[in-house]
């Protein structure tokens, strides 16, 4: 701490299982597109890593209006999973997203589906293509008839993990999204691990209700939908917290925190609970460039906190019980 | 665009042209407040200075076309003790005080879109202006502005309206928060060299956010020079209220079928309607205008998230045979489109009401 530290010999470099990012930020599955929605807005070259909607085997056309509805302090959606299908996703979308990789992004492609024939289609498929560096599974979307099921049952979990990871490219990475909408997060994360994922992610978005009290009913067509934004940001930080400590940093896997990053404060929140990665959602639709000024504004703090590597204070959380709290 | 509800509402219009290309100048902004009027009751016209050197300036736009604004104090993100990630400073032998914004007020977390009503250049910068009405914790928030306060702002964002080569005659229908596009249309009518009345209509006379002209407005619905945002070009407007209290009372469309029928075959090919407001007002004009056979242009609103095409929230079914997502019952295809960057205008016979 004595000697002083410029901000930009900070080193943000980090490395998930093997998935090396010049730095930690990522994009949240659902709130950037396809990428080239936002390149008017922000160089996307920038973020360390790029992850896409969900992308499900068939063409998806989404729910009805209103798809979204501000609640305090965060928003809730239930977009349906909207998405061009595999097809024209691979023919269309994914030579435009690999092309900004050079220089740029990590690129990671986000999956949904009905079953794990569902979701060994999708990733055998996308991660024949050598730049797609890393298949997040988004086992828990909670806005599709059957999508919680995998999300919550460690045991469909596992297998789904299992036989995804057998069907992909050697040296394509899996990401396992969690639901927070579980009893016990760390069973889900263990199943996650033990079928055999190499980086979890977490967390997807908290199922929520919010209502128009003048005509009774949901404010979104869905009825219920995600809940993200600053107000679950405690939440999330408490999830990663407690599955880096119980279960991923024993096994060696990787987390990717996100919920409710807004500023460098709660991105560094995430990294301190176990953190390796941290994804910037809903703070995109307000700023796309919110990953780079959260960056601007950790280099800072770490060069404060005397740190050289952020890969020093992942992790180094000390809470009530522990030694040297 | 119109803001309708507590999340943002995006108000849009139709365009005739398929080519909304306009999008490459898309940028967020700092701007400085320069003025924010109580026009009525409810309602704002808010005036913003984006300065020249902000990223090259504001770029270029037109009728139609909307800006997204943060309705919450612009983050200091680099100012690293001003969120210093405390959210109680505990002072000994006092109440824990609050130092976060989230902890002491009610804060917009989005964006809330608004179609410009005005747009203007001068040696200090782009002046934009919106007219917006209090309906929520974002709009709350940008009615307490004064000059000099900074917001943050993305636009300029959308398609926007067109004038067909072939016509010259513009029927501007606006409703409620609708009317502010209507204004900066009529701008652009006259520098067109086109003919245009303006449609205005609310619930009641206290509603209208509108600046009286010298022409007081007709009970029969005859157009006179009684709204200074349209009398200034020239262009005389109808005024219709709910409850009669100014104008002719009843709905714009009455307002605006008795002016139709006023018209000559050959006056009516000239012409093009222009609409922007509530859903159900928008449909009601839609059907005029095919039952006319005048095409319209439709502005529509929708809830939106982000404004750039990227949340999928903004959702509007509009015809089309390529790739559709249904089929009505009629036979006609449909398919999702975002307003924020397909619209918001649509051809008004494109709309699936």
Not at chain 1, 206 to 226: F, M, W
Not at chain 2, 237 to 252: E, F, N, P, Y
């Amino acid at each position: 701490m004595s000697q002083t530290i410029a901000p930009n010999d900070v080193s943000l470099a980090v490395d998930l299982a093997g998935l090396k990012l010049d730095n930690p930020m990522m994009t949240a599955s659902g709130t950037c597109g396809y990428a080239y929605e936002y390149q008017d807005f922000v160089d996307l070259h920038t973020f360390g890593a790029f992850v896409t909607k969900s992308i499900s085997v068939e063409v998806r056309k989404g729910n009805e209006a209103y798809r979204i509805v501000e609640t305090r302090g965060g928003m809730m959606n239930a977009i349906g999973l909207a998405n061009v299908g595999l097809d024209a996703f691979v023919k269309d979308k994914l030579p435009q997203l690999v092309s900004m990789r050079e220089n740029g992004p990590r690129i990671v492609v986000n999956i949904a589906g009905h079953s794990i024939t569902d979701y060994v289609t999708a990733a055998g498929t996308i991660s024949q293509n050598i730049s797609v560096d890393a298949i997040e599974l988004n086992v828990s979307c909670p806005n599709v008839g059957d999508g919680l099921v995998f999300g919550t049952d460690p045991t469909m979990l596992k297998k789904v993990v299992a036989e995804v990871r057998a069907a992909m490219r050697d040296d394509c990475k899996l990401i396992v999204k969690l639901s927070p909408n579980v009893g016990d997060i760390t069973k889900t994360a263990g199943a996650a691990v033990d079928g055999g994922t190499d980086i979890l992610s977490m967390i997807n978005t908290y199922t929520a209700l919010a209502i128009d009290v003048n005509k009774r009913r949901p404010r979104i067509a869905n009825g219920t939908g995600g809940l993200s934004g600053p107000a679950v940001r405690p939440l999330a930080v408490y999830l990663t917290s407690r599955v880096y400590r119980e279960v991923a940093k024993a096994a060696g896997v990787p987390i990717i925190g996100m919920g409710g990053i807004q500023y460098w404060q709660d991105a560094a929140e995430f990294l301190i609970a176990g953190a390796t990665g941290l994804a910037v959602g809903t703070a995109l639709f307000v700023d796309p460039a919110t990953p780079v000024n959260v960056m601007t504004g950790l280099k800072e703090y770490l060069a404060k906190q005397g740190v050289t590597d952020i890969n020093d204070i992942i992790g180094t959380l000390k809470m009530p019980g522990d030694q040297g709290f | 665009m119109n803001h309708v509800s507590e999340a943002g509402i995006l108000l849009v219009m139709s365009a005739v042209s398929t080519s909304n290309e306009s999008v490459s100048c898309r940028q967020r902004h700092d701007g400085v407040v320069v003025s924010n009027r109580n026009i009525c009751r409810e309602h704002f016209e808010l005036t913003v200075r984006v300065l020249p050197g902000d990223k090259g300036g504001f770029g270029p736009t037109a009728p139609g076309q909307f800006i997204q604004i943060g309705c919450r104090p612009p983050a200091k993100v680099l100012d690293i003790d001003a969120l210093s990630g405390d959210e109680f400073e505990i002072t000994e032998g006092s109440w824990p005080n609050l130092k976060q914004p989230e902890m002491t007020q009610r804060l917009a977390l989005l964006r809330r879109p608004f179609s410009l009503s005005g747009r203007w250049d001068d040696e200090q910068g782009t002046c934009i202006q919106i007219v917006q009405r209090v309906v929520g914790t974002g709009t709350q928030w940008l009615s307490e502005l004064v000059e000099g306060d900074k917001v943050d702002l993305i636009g300029p964002l959308g398609n926007t309206f067109t004038l067909p080569a072939d016509r010259k005659l513009g029927l501007m229908v606006g409703g409620g928060v609708g009317l502010p596009p209507m204004f900066y249309l009529a701008n652009a009518m006259a520098k067109a060299g086109w003919d245009a009345v303006g449609f205005v209509g609310a619930m009641t006379s206290d509603l209208l956010a509108v600046t009286w002209a010298d022409d007081k407005p007709q009970a029969d619905g005859k157009p006179v020079k009684s709204v200074h945002e349209f009398a200034k070009h020239a262009f005389p407007a109808v005024v219709t209220t709910d409850d009669g209290s100014i104008g002719l009372q009843g709905r714009i469309t009455d307002g605006l079928v008795r002016y139709i029928e006023s018209l000559s075959d050959e006056q009516k090919q000239q012409a093009v309607i222009y609409t922007c407001g509530p859903h159900v007002m928008m449909h009601a004009v839609a059907k005029l205008a095919e039952q006319f056979g005048i095409p319209c242009q439709a502005c529509l609103e929708q809830t939106m998230a982000c404004g750039m095409g990227t949340c999928q929230s903004c959702i509007v079914k509009i015809e089309d045979n390529n790739n559709p997502h249904g089929t009505l019952e009629s036979g006609r295809n449909w398919r999702y489109k975002l307003t924020c960057t397909d619209g918001p205008v649509f051809n008004s016979t494109d709309v699936i009401w």
